[in-house]
């Protein structure tokens, strides 16, 4: 799709891009961070951005497709650096289902036998653009590792689905489903069994229990016709998001469950993290006047930089970060030369000669690390507040730490003599650290809300995502997260929603479910 | 709207022939480009701007990107101010600063005022350090900064802005690849290759 094929450009017709919003338009997720009639709140003096996808295979239409297998040590933070929790699982006994969701999904990458960046199944990865190119070498002479990404992406013909033919409207949702979606990867060809009914448009309002506990029902809103439906069951698994899910807990209310269900250990809502972020965008003059040509490739990165001082003593920041690059000949957008005209100024052809030499010739740098859970970060129900359906919402409190300011200046640091390795000069940036962290949420990594363990008094579900106090509860989103390394969530949801779905199949022949 | 509607039931007709005959044939495609055009053709009616105001900003966008009236630059704000208060009042305000300033500097509204007169103008509100000697040009050149982010805007995301640009994406490819001869001219001139 080309942006001129709406009259508005992807600006809105009412020119929100013009004015801090709107910028999603031609994405095929159907969501945002507000979105219409379901609002949210943050505390006092805490900031949260909350992004929803209101769609079939709800974000996985939306993510980068990138796709990491946590590290061993990342199992194991508390063992590590007394600093967090540590999971009840441990990487050989999610390892196995790595390789399911891999092999099932299809991942783009190459085995380099890092221990920062586990290898799993890849097919062939794309080359790297000259930008990435560039980066690479810049890397190299740091003794930085720069490698190519995991995505899943396919790059040859995969459960019969076609290879990706590098469009670049990934973000658009795949029309031939080369890049994952569950949407398309897994519940449409589950809908074709014939065993699968798709209840569209249906806002799950509240778990029903019996005398026992158990739940027996879940009862949610038609948004069609604003009725209230039942839909009766055997077994519940959440995967609406970690801080849906975690709503969806807290607003259950009885005499039982005063805190909300499954929630003894007051677990639920807390524990919330998003990837610490900050950015750094240069010039580089390498690039300018190089001959234009297509670098639209798998749309998110083709190399990516895993984190690389795993062995580094005395840092002043515990864990790591990653670093993804962005760049490039884009499609050109509602706000692609808003920098050269404000640099440039001016009018006429001396404007459209400023913004040709400077098409493509910027890059940027964009950290992504590990937030450590604390009892600062969390969501509760607001008591003020309900949406369109009457049900009452979230509110967020979310604190920065000075682990945080310290890996974000670390992230300048080295991103600036990365990108100044490239031949580009970066403007000192004058802002206060606070600043430059992205908002919490932001970065659309939500996890931890509903997370697992070993312990019921400090956990809300057992090793394989099952409720320590309901047995037919399962959550099979990010919120079992129980830390937040520095990789990205999804494939790790993946994985274990694998597990949880083989425990839970296993159950029921049992009769324990 | 009539054009809109035209040349969606001229997509419909081309869906319909393509659906029985399998492929549309080139003497019934050429009719129909020639018939989209047509449509597309009738004259745009403005919804936010006076028929002075739109001569005016038309001229104005023209100026800012040489080919911006083929890039719907002047639709494009219309649209957009007609659903927003704030960039009608942006547009409006400026507008009228732009012809007031025009009278005074060059005794004509800024459309009459000839080519020289504009540029000099145009000199004036373009930089944003003309203020340092006269501060009177704020509005002119905070107004001109809109008009020419979004006519920026405008005609890079058109078909016309796109090819001027260069961009070749967008588009099926069997394989990727970047090209050697871009590759070593990057590689080269970072000097790490």
Redesign the interface.
């Known amino acids: 799709m ?3 094929a709406v ?9 929100a891009a ?2 801090g919003g709107g910028s999603n338009y031609f994405g095929a997720h159907a969501g945002g961070y507000q979105l219409p009639g379901e609002p949210y709140t943050a505390a006092p003096g805490s900031k949260f951005r909350w992004f929803r996808s209101r769609i079939t295979g709800g974000r996985t239409n939306h993510f980068g497709r990138i796709f990491f297998r946590f590290s061993d040590y990342d199992f194991k933070p508390y063992s590590s650096d007394g600093l967090g929790t540590d999971w009840p699982i441990t990487y050989e006994d999610l390892s196995p289902y790595y390789d399911k969701a891999e092999a099932f999904i299809g991942v783009a990458g190459t085995r380099e036998g890092l221990r920062s960046a586990p290898d799993g199944i890849f097919q062939v990865p ?6 990435e ?2 980066v690479q ?2 890397c190299r ?1 740091l003794g930085i590792p720069c490698i190519p990404a995991r995505m899943a992406v396919i790059t040859k013909p995969h459960n019969g689905r076609p290879p ?6 990934c973000s658009r949702g795949c029309v031939t489903a080369s890049n994952y979606s569950s949407s398309q990867v897994q519940i449409f060809p589950a809908m074709e069994t014939g065993r699968v009914t798709l209840i569209n448009d249906a806002m799950a309002r509240e778990l029903i229990t019996d005398d026992s506990g158990a739940i027996t029902a879940v009862s949610y809103i038609d948004k069609v016709t604003r009725s209230e439906q039942q839909i009766r069951c055997r077994a519940v698994v959440l995967a609406a998001s970690a801080a849906e899910s975690a709503r969806l807990l807290l607003n259950y209310k009885s005499s039982r469950h005063e805190h909300g269900l499954s929630n003894s250990s007051g677990a639920v809502g807390r524990f919330l993290t998003d990837s610490i972020a900050t950015s750094v965008r240069t010039h ?15 749309a998110a990165y083709h190399v990516y930089a895993p984190w690389w001082e795993l062995s580094k003593p005395n840092k002043d920041f515990p864990r790591g970060y990653h670093i993804e690059i962005s760049g490039g ?10 920098a050269v ?1 404000r640099r440039s ?5 001396s ?2 000669d400023a ?2 030499k400077d ?1 493509g010739t910027w890059v940027s740098l964009n950290g992504r690390g590990e937030m450590i859970p604390t009892d600062d970060s969390f969501c509760e129900i607001d008591p003020d507040t309900v949406d369109q359906w009457g049900i009452p919402t979230l509110r967020f409190h979310f604190t920065r730490t000075e682990h945080e300011f310290k890996m974000v200046e670390h992230m300048q640091e080295h991103f600036t003599a990365i990108l100044e ?3 580009g000069t970066v403007e000192p940036d004058t802002r206060p650290t606070a600043e430059k962290i992205t908002t919490g949420g932001a970065v659309t990594h939500e996890t931890g809300t509903v997370r697992m363990g070993n312990n019921p008094s400090t956990s809300a579900l057992n090793k394989y995502c099952q409720s320590h106090e309901v047995r037919n509860l399962f959550v099979a989103d990010a919120g079992p997260f129980v830390s937040h390394p520095e990789k990205n969530p999804t494939l790790t949801i993946c994985a274990l929603a694998w597990r949880t779905a083989e425990y839970l199949a296993e159950e029921m022949r049992k009769g324990n479910v | 709207m009539a054009s809109l509607m035209n040349r969606r039931e001229l997509l419909v007709h081309i869906a319909g022939i393509a659906a029985v005959a399998g492929s549309v044939g080139r003497a019934e495609a050429a009719h129909v480009h020639r018939e989209v055009a047509a449509a597309q053709a009738v004259a745009y009616t403005a919804t936010a701007f006076n028929a002075r105001e739109e001569q005016t900003l038309r001229a104005l966008c023209e100026r800012i990107v040489p080919g911006a009236t083929q890039g719907g630059a002047f639709e494009y704000i219309d649209l957009l101010s007609s659903n927003s208060e704030r960039l009608a009042a942006i547009y409006h305000g400026g507008l009228a600063w732009l012809d007031r300033a025009s009278v005074e500097r060059a005794n004509a509204l800024f459309v009459d005022a000839t080519p020289a007169e504009q540029t000099a103008l145009l000199d004036l509100i373009a930089f944003r350090e003309n203020t340092d000697s006269s501060p009177d040009l704020g509005p002119g050149i905070r107004f001109f900064d809109w008009a020419r982010r979004m006519t920026v805007d405008a005609y890079y995301t058109s078909a016309a802005g796109i090819g001027d640009i260069g961009f070749t994406g967008n588009r099926a490819l069997a394989e990727f690849e970047v090209p050697q001869e871009a590759m070593d001219y990057a590689l080269k001139r970072s000097a790490l290759s």
């Open positions: 080309w942006p001129h009259a508005h450009r992807g600006a809105g017709s009412d020119g013009y004015f794309p080359p790297p653009r000259a930008h190119a560039l070498g810049s002479n990706c033919h590098y469009c670049g409207q580089v003059p390498a690039l300018e006047g190089m001959p234009i040509h297509n670098s639209d490739g798998t000949f884009n499609l050109p957008r509602v706000g692609a030369f808003n005209c100024q001016g009018y006429g052809q404007l459209k913004i040709k098409y390795g490239t031949g």
